[in-house]
């Protein structure tokens, strides 16, 4: 499975915005695929996660009831919506993909994408 994360950008303080991840292979739909990020000089962090049905989410608790994880298994894709941005979200962030299910630890992953850039400015 290939990634590729895209969507992110500068946004103020109480923004949003709407990250896409897009993988090729066949495979997709039996993956659970899983949100990180990583800010300058800390460790890449779980964000938030999702079964491969679809049915199961799960989420760091800092960005519960801000952020949804979602997925197309029809058209190969995952994607983060990010409301009520704070500077603290400020990361690159990436999308993994894993044949666990909805985990929350990056060892659960096997493949990664490129990551995508999100800076909040206060």
């Known amino acids: 499975v290939q990634l590729q994360a895209s969507g992110g950008g500068l946004v103020q303080a109480g923004g949003s915005l709407r990250l896409s991840c897009a993988a090729s292979g066949r495979t997709f739909s039996s993956y659970g695929m899983g949100w990180f990020r990583q800010a300058p000089g800390k460790e890449r962090e779980f964000v938030a996660a999702?079964?491969?049905?679809?049915?199961?989410?799960r989420y760091e608790d800092s960005v519960k009831g801000r952020f949804t994880i979602s997925r197309d298994n029809a058209k190969n894709t995952a994607t983060l919506q990010m409301n009520s941005l704070k500077p603290e979200d400020t990361a690159v962030y990436y999308c993994?993909?894993?044949?666990?299910?909805?985990?929350?630890?990056?060892?659960?992953?096997?493949?990664w994408g490129p990551g995508t850039l999100v800076t909040v400015s206060s």
């Open positions: 993994a993909a894993g044949p666990g299910g909805q985990g929350t630890r990056k060892t659960e992953y096997h493949y």
């Open positions: 999702i079964s491969w049905s679809g049915v199961i989410t």
